[in-house]
């Protein structure tokens, strides 16, 4: 039998073999837990980084679901941010003030007498309780905030998911409307006023009891003010500064060079209507004349002045419920696919045209952006390169949304193409690529402005959208007859096989389409959705 083999200090061989397997095996387990905690970190990155609500297949319960989910973020932060402001900075301030106020107003008042009391003595003790009845009213208005905060916050707690959205947005609008943030940011203006009051008061009433006492407290007062009025000041200089405050609006509206500018406007405004009713009164007069009709302006400006009577009765015109809620999450959200999501369900709504879209418009603009490699043109528009890979439905969601709300918002306009709205420039060779999808190649016609569509008798949904937005591109063909006559002739040849398959809704638009190649159209009548 061998004897196992020893080293120099006596220990065997196999006593080095156990202990570096030992060392390996805690070596594989440490490597083993740090792969397991890394993959634990990225499985909570691609979490993070998924949608936040599963996908579903009905286009509208995944808009009120991404839209309940943004609407409770925004809420939050909300809530949260003018509660601690009215909690901190009025009611417990104001609290505090008004007890130093009530304090001086008790010493105060045993010196006022009915006769013989010095005038000093009765400016102090005015301004003591304008102080502190301002303190007290915002500490009422504090009060107040916070049941309409409560108020705001208990919406959306009955019904269904869509009713409860709708009722939330109802009263978003409602604050809006009503200038809620305005007002709320406008108390702390009472609080800042009480202060004011109270150091002139306590620098009169300590005149009457010495001079120097008087001296320092007057001078901290006027050094606080101009202080404030140093920092309002900036605010009105630069709009990046960052001491805003509720008062730089309304100041930066009383200013001399704001309102001269507004009321020169008035007067101009005043000045153009008197004289066209003068004129209209003139006309009138002058019956034994012959009718003159003057001559249409060349360009824009006829369609300005010549605008045809509307064929719809605007009154009558609502906007789908769900487009407050929709203009809502374009305007607000960042997350791109939420606002693919809204982007997708603006296309079926019913928009009235008499809100202001421009900024959903810049939204979706910069969205589109992002699915295409471009350049700028100027200072609105860009030329689209190519589109990245990947982005072709993301884009074509996108596009339609945007020509849509264009649409929409050139209806209110008095020009056929407003610079404020982007426009987009395609290369000629996109068109000539074998595996452009057809949708996205209409939608990048119609962001030029362009007729040339490729319409599809299957697709539905792309020939609704093309109807309804063609009337937007024949507006341009109204200067040049030649122009006109080969836009309609496209339109007639590219709509002819489609004919036999559209619904009585889609038919009736493609009958608009041609009446508005024939003759210039109100473009009031642009927005109406179901035209029959």
Known sequence: MESPIHDSHGNSASSYNDRLIEVLQACFSDVA????????????????LKPKVPPSTDKKTNFWTLYKTLADEHDKEFHQRYSTDLDTSLIFVCGAFSAIDSAFILQVQPQIQLHGTPVILVVAQSLFYISLGSTLLAALLAVLGKQWLMFYSAAGERGTMEARCLERQRKLDGLRKWKFETILQMFPLLLQFGLLLFGSALSVYLW??????????????????????????????????????????LMAWLLPTTRWMRLRGYFHSFKRRSLRVVRRAFSACRRDSPPHFSPPRSGHSATRRYEPAPLFDSGLLESSPE?????????????????????????????????????????????????????????????????????????????????????????????????????????NSWFSLSGLNPELENVLRILELKPDLHVDPDVSLATEWALYVIPLISHRYNESDLKLRAALDY???????????????????????????LTTMCRRDMVWKDKR
Not at 357 to 379: E, K, V, W
Not at 402 to 418: M, V
Not at 502 to 514: A, Q, V
């Open 323 to 427: 487009a407050p809620a929709v203009a809502w999450v374009l305007e607000t959200s960042t997350d791109p696919h939420v606002v693919v999501v809204a982007a997708e369900m603006s296309v079926a709504l019913q928009w009235t045209g008499t809100v202001d879209l421009r900024p959903q418009l810049a939204r979706l603009r910069d969205s589109i952006l992002a699915c295409f490699y471009f350049t700028p043109i100027g200072s609105t528009g860009f030329r689209l390169e190519s589109i990245r890979e990947g982005m072709s439905v993301r884009a074509v969601h996108l596009g339609r949304a945007f020509c849509t709300l264009r649409c929409i918002q050139q209806s209110q306009s008095g020009r056929d193409f407003e610079p404020r709205i982007s426009w987009f420039e395609v290369p």
């Open 208 to 249: 009457t009891i010495h001079i120097s006492l008087a001296i320092i407290v007057l001078g901290l007062t006027s050094l606080g003010s101009s202080a404030y009025i140093f920092l309002l000041v900036s605010t009105l200089l630069s709009p990046d500064s960052p001491f805003q405050s509720p008062l730089a609006p």
């Open 491 to 517: 339109f007639l040849h590219q709509f002819d096989h489609v004919i036999p398959s559209l619904d009585p809704l889609s038919f009736t638009d493609y009958l608009f389409c041609i009446n508005n190649f």
């Open 33 to 48: 837990r740090r792969q397991e905690e890394q993959g634990d970190k990225l499985q909570q990155a691609i979490e993070a």
